[in-house]
T-cell receptor, first 110, second 117 residues
Framework: KNEVEQSPQNLTAQEGEFITINCSYS?????LHWLQQHPGGGIVSLFM???GKKKHGRLIATINIQEKHSSLHITASHPRDSAVYIC????????????FGTGTRLTIIP | DAGVIQSPRHEVTEMGQEVTLRCKPI?????LFWYRQTMMRGLELLIY????????DSGMPEDRFSAKMPNASFSTLKIQPSEPRDSAVYFC???????????????FGSGTRLTVV
């Protein structure tokens, strides 16, 4: 079992739909990162969170430390949101090593 | 700021040759990371530096890989000799820490796509 699990692996939705991507982890963490990788390969850091909830535009990230679970939500999805979304857990033990999920490939159809 | 700059964008080399990948982090960032991404293994941390000092190189596959950061604005990842299984996309990222705390997320470079034939 991977230390960081994401679901679903693939997600196709119609433009405008509300999207939820889930991330569960089994290790102690100091922070959870959400990354976006575009079809061209570039990686963008979306959120870094250690508790509660963060919002940026149409993107919302939440984390429940007790349940070791995080979600990334996209409201009013748009074709330009099509990308691979990756969650990564930062170790609680003082170093910067990230354990990555395998990613969720999101496709938004116009 | 132009962001994290990596070069080259693409590299095709023959097995056995030396390969050097370069990274210029964002000015003012004090941590630098080298990652490798493959279809089989996804993203993996190879090594990271704080204030130009290597902190954790446990992800470096073997002695053929080496990384240096001679100053705050430049880092290299070298593979010598290269092998076909080293083919991957190599990303560099930088981050700012203050008083031991991360001030924000990572900024990634565009990556170097390495193909070893």
């Amino acid at each position: 079992k991977n230390e960081v699990e994401q679901s679903p692996q693939n997600l196709t939705a119609q433009e405008g739909e509300f999207i939820t991507i889930n991330c569960s982890y089994s290790v102690g963490i100091s922070a959870l990162h959400w990354l976006q990788q575009h079809p061209g390969g570039g990686i963008v850091s979306l959120f870094m969170l250690s508790s509660g909830k963060k919002k940026h535009g149409r993107l919302i990230a939440t984390i429940n430390i007790q349940e070791k679970h995080s979600s990334l939500h996209i409201t009013a999805s748009h074709p330009r949101d099509s990308a691979v979304y990756i969650c990564a857990a930062r170790s609680a033990f003082g170093n910067e090593k990230l354990t990555f999920g395998t990613g969720t490939r999101l496709t938004i159809i116009p | 700021d132009a962001g994290v700059i990596q070069s080259p964008r693409h590299e095709v080399t023959e097995m056995g040759q030396e390969v050097t990948l370069r990274c210029k982090p964002i000015s003012g960032h004090n941590s630098l990371f080298w990652y490798r991404q493959t279809m089989m293994r996804g993203l993996e941390l190879l090594i990271y530096f704080n204030n130009n000092v290597p902190i954790d190189d446990s992800g470096m596959p073997e002695d053929r890989f080496s990384a240096k950061m001679p100053n705050a604005s430049f880092s290299t990842l070298k593979i010598q000799p290269s092998e076909p299984r080293d083919s991957a996309v190599y990303f560099c990222a930088s981050k700012l820490y203050s008083l031991g705390r991360a001030m924000d997320g990572y900024t990634f470079g565009s990556g170097t796509r390495l193909t070893v034939v």
